[in-house]
């Protein structure tokens, strides 16, 4: 996903703990987001098999940063794994994330210019 965009992705259950995921939408997204009003940019309820998301410049504070929100739809937390490129990095490099709960929306943000990030492994929250 590059930035400035907003996207929706499409999860199928792939066994009883994992998901396999497709990019159902995605669409420029060139508004600076302030964390406090993060949660009205989107749906009041995400579909049941969807995460919504948008990867673009925010503040936090006073600081410009880049920010990840994720909403996810799914009934249960999920976790998942991310990579990041970075001006530095020529290669992806995996990340930490938080864990998605159901209908909340989720905060990643970084000090430093981010190009891409990439999904993968979506999978329930172990318990």
Request: aromatic letters at 12%; zero cysteines; proline letters at 3%.
């Amino acid at each position: 996903m590059k930035l400035n965009t907003k996207f929706v992705l499409k999860l199928d259950s792939t066994d009883s703990d994992n998901y396999s995921f497709t990019l159902k939408s995605q669409e420029a997204f060139n508004e600076e987001v302030q964390v406090s009003s993060a949660a009205a940019l989107f749906s009041k309820k995400v579909a049941d098999d969807e995460i919504e998301g948008i990867f673009t410049y925010g503040k936090f504070g006073d600081r410009q940063s880049i920010f990840l929100i994720l909403k996810s739809g799914l009934k249960v937390p999920i976790n998942y794994d991310l990579k990041i490129k970075t001006d530095k990095n020529k290669e992806l490099v995996k990340t930490s994330v938080v864990t998605l709960f159901p209908n909340v929306p989720s905060n990643e943000l970084w000090p430093y210019h981010i190009d891409l990030v990439s999904f993968s492994n979506f999978r329930k929250l172990s318990e």
